[in-house]
């Protein structure tokens, strides 16, 4: 057995640790919240079980797919990237083409490229799951779904779904989830039959 | 053995007022043999540390069951109140029960399991992606200090099996081999030095027994999606854990290292014994990979070297032998196997068949059941896999299964005759 002092600095690292790391998520998710600039990612929810945390609803962004200027290539795989957010016309962030570098001016996004053919790339977002009460999920989901069914040709495929989001220094969160434009929590105060 | 041991402890004070040990003597004999007396009540150990598990694991699910209804300072308090108390039973067991092995690997344990629950539950309050990666080697890298200050074989274990999990869950361009070797060095250390100090005690027996598997297989993950090398390194891995030295045990379970690593060895050579898995499996490694490759032949070449002459040196020259898989399979590693990979699966038929056949006589010679049963089931297994790795119709397969099993048990009762004659 190592000695006393040594223990008692080993102990003093570890419990500094446990202390630090979730302490620095912590701060720079407040801090996200309190600090960042808002936006509007549209979603289309799925219903997974995450074995570690419980029931969340994991969210897909139409953001995520960003198209690629003519002969912008040279992405790969796994490749770490930084995405400026536009905001378009319906008032919806959209993800320019994504940087090696962050941009100088501007909200960006880091994400992962997740893949890349000729003209689109596929990103992995920092934010792809809402985290919500373990009854109230399926329900959520299924009200989703119910209300969300493929449009019909020529109709507006627009999801009545959609993520605020508030990104400060290239960190992201989700605020809230929104479906047929009110709050999920909002949604979940309601008992679950009716929702 | 423990009554024996008692027996001692309960000496030294007399034994020290008469002049016949000093203090030092006396204290370096309490050293030695208390773990011993703390190992042998297993089930005084078993049954707290289930209920510390139990304990965290209804913490963790209370928590997250249905919070929403708190606003998110109470949810992190609750989130954070089991480690707090597991720290305050960390630093009370460090300066007050520092002897009591249950204090030890319970308070650890718990810890590193409040630590493993607040972080989710910190990502589940501010949504965080899934990074299942990062998440195993954040808990894995703060359980290792608090493992190796307590002295904890289950905090150490569930740290072991945090890095394998990480190495399997990082992404393709997960983490070197060299870098979860240097993870696990802690680790190493703490069970080297547990082996050095009660290497029969039962906490050591379990750890070795969980670290090896836990190692290999977060070097297996670290490794480049290439099936021969993965097959190389079980054979090396086991010749290792065979070739270290270590103080014979009274049975295979008590001696964890060799249980795993003969295993290790026979199964890789019984992989190999199919030529086809020297027919299709290719070398390809990208430019990238290259150097962990190579790196981890040359260096797992060069460890069973040494310890292959320092083995044959100490007397026991038939032990290197178990090391010729793992070697066969680092010749031929980056070669074009195909025009000779019948004349592999032979060779290594023939190592198995011979070591099978090897152990049984040693067995008899002995009077050991046991061996002579291991060497008796290498033969019956290779005998086995050639019916699968042939064109027989399912009936004649299935005549021959059973014709083996019948030789099995005969030849098995007739080997316990004769050792125990």
Same mark, same amino acid.
């Given at each position: ?42 979603? %289309? ?18 953001? %995520? ?27 919806? %962030? ?102 | 053995?423990?009554?024996? #041991? ?61 919070? =929403? ?62 990074? !299942?990666?990062?998440?195993? !080697? ?17 905090? $150490? ?14 992404? =393709? ?11 696990? #060095? ?31 297989? $977060?070097? !297996? ?13 079980? $054979? ?33 050579? &019984? ?24 790196? &981890? ?38 070669? =074009? ?20 056949? $090897? ?29 699968? =790795? ?15 099993? #019948? ?15």
């Amino acid at each position: 057995m190592i000695g006393i002092r040594a223990a008692a600095a080993l102990l003093a690292l570890a419990v500094a640790l446990q202390w630090a790391v979730p302490g620095h998520l912590i701060r720079r998710g407040q801090q996200t919240l309190e600090q960042g600039t808002a936006y509007r990612f549209r979603t %289309a929810p799925v219903d997974p079980v995450d074995p570690f945390r419980g029931r969340y609803v994991a969210l897909d962004f139409e953001a %995520a797919r960003v198209p690629l200027p003519r002969g912008q290539g040279g992405y790969r795989r796994g490749q770490r990237v930084y995405a400026p957010i536009r905001v378009d016309d319906d008032g919806d %962030a959209v993800l320019g083409a994504p940087l090696r570098q962050p941009p100088e001016s501007g909200d960006w996004l880091e994400a992962t490229v997740l893949w890349v053919n000729a003209d689109e790339l596929r990103l992995r977002l920092p934010f792809d799951r809402y985290y919500l009460d373990e009854h109230h999920a399926p329900e959520v989901e299924r009200r989703y779904r119910d209300t969300n069914r493929m449009p019909a040709d020529g109709e507006d495929p627009r999801r009545p779904a959609w993520a605020q989001v508030r990104v400060r220094n290239g960190y992201a969160l989700i605020e809230m989830l929104y479906i047929d434009g009110r709050p999920v929590s909002e949604l979940m105060r309601e008992p679950a039959a009716s929702l | 053995m423990k009554v024996h #041991v008692r027996w001692l402890l309960e000496e030294l004070p007399e034994l020290q007022r008469d002049g016949v040990l000093d203090a030092d003597a006396a204290q370096r004999l309490r050293e030695r043999y208390r773990p011993l007396l703390q190992a042998a009540g297993a089930g005084r150990l078993l049954f707290p540390l289930l209920g510390t598990v139990l304990i965290a694991l209804g913490i963790v699910l209370l928590v997250a069951h249905n919070w =929403d209804r708190f606003d998110r300072t109470l949810r992190l308090t609750l989130a954070f109140t089991p480690l707090l108390a597991g720290q305050l039973a960390c630093a009370w067991t460090l300066w007050r029960a520092r002897t009591s092995a249950l204090w030890r690997e319970a308070s650890a344990a718990f810890t590193v399991l409040a630590f493993a629950a607040a972080l989710a539950l910190v990502g589940q309050i501010y949504h965080f992606p899934g990074d !299942l990666d990062r998440y195993l !080697l954040t808990c894995a890298l703060v359980a290792l200090p608090l493992a190796c200050a307590l002295d904890a074989v289950l905090a $150490a274990a569930l740290c072991a099996a945090a890095l394998a999990g990480w190495s399997w869950a990082a992404p =393709d361009t997960g983490p070197s081999g060299f870098v979860v070797a240097g993870l696990f #060095v802690p680790l190493l250390a703490l069970a080297w030095h547990r082996q050095r100090r009660a290497p029969s005690s039962l906490s050591t027996v379990a750890l070795l027994g969980l670290l090896a598997p836990a190692f290999f297989f $977060a070097i !297996l993950g670290s490794l480049p999606n290439v099936p021969r090398l993965g097959l190389w390194w079980l $054979a090396e891995f086991g010749a290792i854990l065979l070739l270290l030295p270590a103080p014979a045990a009274a049975a295979p379970w008590r001696d964890p290292l060799r249980s795993w690593g003969g295993g290790a060895v026979v199964v890789a050579a &019984l992989i190999g014994s199919f030529p086809d898995i020297w027919r299709g499996w290719s070398w390809y490694l990208r430019p990238d990979q290259l150097p962990l490759g190579w790196g &981890l032949l040359v260096l797992g070449l060069a460890l069973l070297a040494v310890l292959a002459w320092r083995t044959w040196r100490s007397g026991a020259s038939t032990a290197p032998l178990w090391a010729l898989p793992a070697l066969l399979m680092a010749l031929v590693a980056a070669t =074009d196997s195909r025009p000779f990979a019948v004349a592999l699966a032979l060779l290594l038929s023939a190592w198995v068949l011979l070591t099978g056949i $090897a152990l049984i006589r040693s067995g008899l010679r002995d009077h050991d059941a046991g061996r002579a049963s291991r060497g008796l089931a290498m033969v019956a297994l290779l005998v086995m896999l050639r019916f699968v =790795d042939n064109e027989w119709s399912f009936t004649l397969r299935g005549i021959a299964f059973v014709l083996t099993g #019948v030789v099995f048990v005969a030849t098995h009762l007739w080997l316990r005759r004769q050792v125990h004659a």
